[in-house]
């Protein structure tokens, strides 16, 4: 199956032959947290209400602050610490002025957790949050303890552990509306062993209802790094479907490298996402794990433009293959995370470069046997990328190319490759400019799939796994020429 993630452990997708990774866990692999797996939504709109602070509602952080400083610049900064900083802006008060948090140039080795609307920005130099080594290498320590993890334990979810949480529950867990933060030209950063194997592993995880804008920022080593099998790992997090957490992210302009199974996921009826200018970067050609870019999944919804995502490129045996951008829903207790398992609409996927991805864009939407498209209509598109793989196999699988992502009754596991895949219904697939030969159409001497060594290759699949229902397939190129699905 697809490269899904996990947070059952919380879960990702795979490959085609199922769940992919280990909540409950989350990634195509998706990352379920758990499962293996991982209209066009409007840019998130950002309430600005808030807590009111201090008179000036600005809290200045250095790594050198001192409590009775004035508080008014990098030299005069009242608290050394950033969640010091947000438990002071917490507790000062709501009211119409969103509180300012400036961060000092300084390494902040923390977790921080945050419950109201704050803006966090970089007041100068370069400005890091890492988990500090000490929680990294402990699972037992740093979990969150925040009302976004009520529904855990009923649901076998793992308690998650995150650089930076934010969540806007209410005490019994539900969802609320109008917390807003935004953070930018920070570097957040995980601190995780490579022997670490724990499923709910998050640089920035976002419930509750929260909105998060993040700008210019780096994401990085979330999750196990060097790379190892476990499922856990992801650089942002925006809701999560088996608890019903629902989140919000516009990332403008961000780069998210080195995660362990995910760059981005947005999980679950209601979050959503506008991606834009960012750049994602997978390991590259790995027999460890599944990886996808970019994960929109279980009624989430949402789009993704102009960004680049790369290196989402998976090796290994084990039934599954790597995505660019994933966009998974439905498949029921089979393939999805319940019998209802809620399908992803109107997710848009547009003028995007992907590189050297097993499968670019991958749109999955399922029945609930997992064994056919959905007839309902999901209306997602991919149209206007460049898309291009030089993973190939032309005599033989080059060291970088999918060998187990589809499974067949003739071959058994064979590579699976694509520059967009669907299992959907309705789905536009249009004027996506598709090279390389990791991508190249069957031979027409040869009978499916593709000559020996066996793999199922194609510019644009809408047959493999389950053949897509009534798709809008046009105007779509291969190394510059026409190329129609056949």
């Not at 808030?50 to 608290?79: I, Q």
């Not at 080594?133 to 925040?146: D, E, P």
């Not at 790597?322 to 109107?346: F, K, M, Y």
Request: aromatic share 6%; with cysteine; glycine share 12%.
């Amino acid at each position: 199956m697809r490269g899904l993630p996990a947070r059952y452990g919380r879960h990702l997708f795979g490959a085609h032959s199922g769940a992919g990774g280990g909540r409950r866990s989350r990634a195509a692999g998706l990352f379920t947290g758990g499962i293996a797996v991982a209209a066009v939504a409007a840019a998130i709109t950002i309430p600005a209400a808030a807590a009111s602070a201090s008179a000036s509602h600005t809290y200045w952080v250095s790594p050198a602050g001192v409590a009775a400083a004035k508080n008014v610049s990098c030299g005069t900064a009242a608290y050394s610490t950033v969640q010091s900083a947000v438990t002071a802006a917490e507790a000062a008060g709501t009211g119409h002025s969103v509180p300012t948090i400036e961060l000092c140039s300084g390494t902040y080795s923390e977790q921080v957790t945050i419950t109201k609307s704050l803006n966090i920005v970089r007041a100068s130099g370069a400005v890091t949050i890492q988990l500090p080594a000490t929680v990294g290498s402990n699972q037992s320590t740093g979990l969150s303890a925040t009302t976004c993890q009520v529904r855990d334990a009923a649901t076998h979810t793992q308690v998650p552990q995150s650089v930076i949480e934010i969540c806007a529950a209410n005490a019994s867990g539900a969802n609320t509306k109008g917390v807003s933060v935004s953070i930018s030209h920070v570097t957040i950063e995980g601190n995780w062993p490579s022997s670490v194997c724990y499923s709910s592993l998050y640089d920035v995880l976002v419930e509750g209802g929260a909105n998060l804008a993040l700008a210019d920022s780096v994401v990085t080593q979330a999750g196990a790094y060097p790379l190892n099998g476990c499922q856990g790992g992801v650089g942002v997090e925006a809701g999560f479907s088996p608890t019903g957490q629902i989140g919000h992210a516009t990332l403008v302009g961000d780069t998210i490298d080195n995660y362990q199974k995910n760059g981005i996921t947005i999980d679950g009826t209601d979050s959503t996402a506008s991606i834009s200018d960012v750049a994602v970067f997978g390991d590259g050609p790995t027999s460890q794990i599944a990886q996808n870019g970019i994960q929109i999944s279980f009624g989430a919804t949402g789009t993704v433009t102009g960004s680049t995502i790369t290196g989402n490129n998976y090796t290994g045996t084990g039934e599954a293959y790597s995505t660019g951008v994933l966009v998974a829903g439905g498949g029921g207790t089979v393939c999805g995370i319940e019998r209802n398992s809620p399908l992803v609409r109107d997710a848009s996927i547009t003028r995007n470069t992907l590189v050297n991805n097993d499968v670019g864009i991958a749109l999955f939407n399922a029945n609930s046997a997992c064994n056919a498209s959905v007839h309902i209509s999901t209306d997602d598109v991919a149209c206007y990328n460049n898309i291009s793989n030089s993973n190939g196999y032309q005599g033989g699988p080059s060291a970088g190319a999918n060998i187990s992502g589809l499974v067949t009754k003739k071959y058994g596991a064979i590579g699976d490759q694509a520059g967009v895949s669907d299992t959907g219904s309705h789905d536009v697939i249009c004027d996506n400019a598709i090279s390389g030969v990791g991508y190249a159409p069957r031979d027409s001497r040869s009978q499916l799939p593709n000559a020996k060594p066996p793999a199922w290759v194609r510019p644009v699949d809408v047959f493999s796994f389950a053949a897509a229902y009534r798709p809008v397939v046009k105007d779509n190129r291969y190394d510059g020429k026409s190329y129609v699905p056949h």
